[in-house]
């Protein structure tokens, strides 16, 4: 299975790379971990949030791999436990298809991606920075994966 992180922006702080690399390295090749950045909309005076979400939800949807499961993080979504995470993973698994876990922009997903969506999950009821999802998300994957393999990295 291959997990692909598809996410706006491009221009993160090194730390964010760092964190992200660190997390896809230690995933297993049966479970891969990839990172897709989109060009996030130019923002100026003139235009809308709407169009600019519109715009980056066209790109997004456009990097979808073909067949994947689309799941959208948006904090509306539902809350996953790591032990959830671990069965949603082993789910995945089992099907056999590729993931795509989609992050919007500062304006968040177009109403186009929720639509794609079969998934929509929430990492937290507070507001994350778009860089520290990056790393959170690749952290709680490696950590679901642990799980699943009953590796002793996570402990409840």
């Not at 996030?40 to 235009?47: F, L």
Request: some cysteine.
């Amino acid at each position: 299975m291959k997990v692909t992180l598809i996410a706006v922006g491009r221009k993160m702080p090194s730390w964010v790379g760092q964190g992200f690399s660190e997390y896809a390295r230690r995933m297993p090749r049966e479970c891969s971990l990839n990172l897709i950045e989109i060009e996030a909309e130019k923002r100026g005076r003139s235009g809308s949030p709407q169009r600019w979400k519109e715009q980056e939800g066209r790109r997004i949807l456009a990097a979808i791999p073909k067949g994947d499961l689309v799941i959208t993080l948006d904090v509306k979504g539902a809350s996953w436990s790591t032990e959830k995470l671990s069965q949603q993973m082993e789910r995945w698994l089992r099907d056999g298809a590729g993931v795509s876990l989609l992050v919007g922009g500062a304006d968040g997903l177009s109403q186009q991606c929720l639509q794609q969506a079969q998934q929509s999950w929430s990492l937290s009821n507070l507001t994350l920075p778009h860089p520290l999802v990056r790393v959170v998300v690749a952290e709680q994957l490696y950590r679901g994966w642990t799980v699943v393999n009953k590796h002793p990295y996570h402990r409840s």
